[in-house]
């Protein structure tokens, strides 16, 4: 492994503190989509500016929700997360960013049918299914009437203003991706991790830390998202990575770059389904038709993936 060395360690002292400060003084909420601009000349949906929040009780829960969205770490002590991962994480700038499942479209589109639980859920389920999920609470997750619940609706309604109620709202979720040409390739996806992704994520995945605190996040081991999560899914992953990463530099990688990394990544451990009846097999035929690797063999060493590793 390559040396972590005083310019990595320094470059995420600054990280570490920049977000603090952020975190702090809530600086210029609204700004990046304001900017942005649709294909057809129309804008994504503006976020409000953070000086226009309401005072008193509605506006402290927006402020909590917020630390919420981009602390997440901080209910690990609470029992309701197992990983080491933020919400902002995968929705970037605290939310707000169109094709990265921006707070503002998610919260419009809700009631809706979902088939991953088979039943009409409200916003707040899809809030709950996140922390079983992506954030790997299991079935210990805030309760949808929970203040940390409560908050996040409050944070989501509130970024959601004036947007139109509207299931396919642009910039809903993550902007698609096209299918490779060659099929995704476990080798060629481990290349590009290690030139483009490993500086941030580290050289196996674990993503790193400063002062016990995850700065860039795990992509797989026990402080990732587990097999239930969507973005497990390679095209969900392919996307995110295409339009995103890395970060700071979304759209500089292939198609191609995207798919086979994200194959790489999602062939990787990670805790179990929440939803394990026991069997791999029998959870894999019963949750995962999809483009996942749950319940097939590793390219690395052949394990079933979902199995205890071999190695």
Known sequence: MKAFNVFTLCLLSTAVTAATEF???????GEIEAGQRLPDGESYHATPDWNNLPEAHFGDAVKQGYQVFTNTQSLKSQGVIKGGLNC????????RLAGSAPLWAAYVAYPAYRSKNQRVNNYEDRLQGCFRYSMNGGDKVPALDSDEIRALTAYSYWLATNAPVNSQLPGRGFFSV???KVAPDYSRGEAVYQEKCAFCHAENGEGRKVADRYVFPPLWGEDSYNWGAGMHQINTAAAFIKANMPLGMGNTLSDQEAWDVAMYIDSQDRPQDP???GHVKETAEKYHSHQGMYGKPSPADKHVLGEPSKK
Do not use: M
């Open 23 to 29: 975190e702090q003084e809530y600086r210029h909420l």
């Open 178 to 180: 096209e299918k490779p």
């Open 88 to 95: 902002v994480n995968c929705h970037l700038n605290a939310g």
């Open 275 to 277: 939803r394990f009846t």
